[in-house]
């Protein structure tokens, strides 16, 4: 089992940044490929970036791409987001998410753990 704890999360203007946290807790945390989705209440969820456990390969969605970065530091058990030029179309709750393996899947079923989220909103 692997615990997530997502951070970071608040109320910004549009054009501002913000950096979410995700903790990891339970099985070795280097041995699993990271993501951060997003869902809004009564909305599909919708993937956002991964990163394999190594950092070496990234992935991102069209929509982000440019603005946001996703990293992980293993000694520390934790993967970041960090938002850049956010926009009101940013808000959502964002979750992390962790499965085994080396392939970074872009849909939410793949992956095994589940943070509890942790919301974003974006004022224009």
């Known amino acids: 089992q692997v615990q997530l704890v997502e951070s970071g999360g608040g109320l910004v203007q549009a054009g501002t940044s913000l950096r979410l946290s995700c903790a990891a807790s339970?099985?070795?945390?280097?041995?699993?490929?990271m993501a951060w989705f997003r869902q809004a209440p009564g909305k599909e969820r919708k993937f956002v970036a991964a990163?394999?456990?190594?950092?070496?390969?990234?992935r991102y969605a069209d929509s982000v791409e440019g603005r946001f970065t996703i990293s992980r530091d293993n000694a520390k058990n934790t993967v970041y987001l960090q938002m850049n030029s956010l926009k009101p179309e940013d808000t959502d709750v964002y979750y992390c998410?962790?499965?085994?393996?080396?392939?970074?899947?872009?849909?939410?079923?793949?992956?095994?753990?589940w943070g509890q989220g942790t919301q974003v909103t974006v004022s224009s």
């Open positions: 998410a962790a499965r085994g393996g080396t392939f970074l899947y872009t849909v939410g079923d793949e992956y095994n753990f």
């Open positions: 339970g099985r070795t945390f280097s041995g699993y490929a």
């Open positions: 990163i394999s456990w190594s950092g070496g390969s990234t």
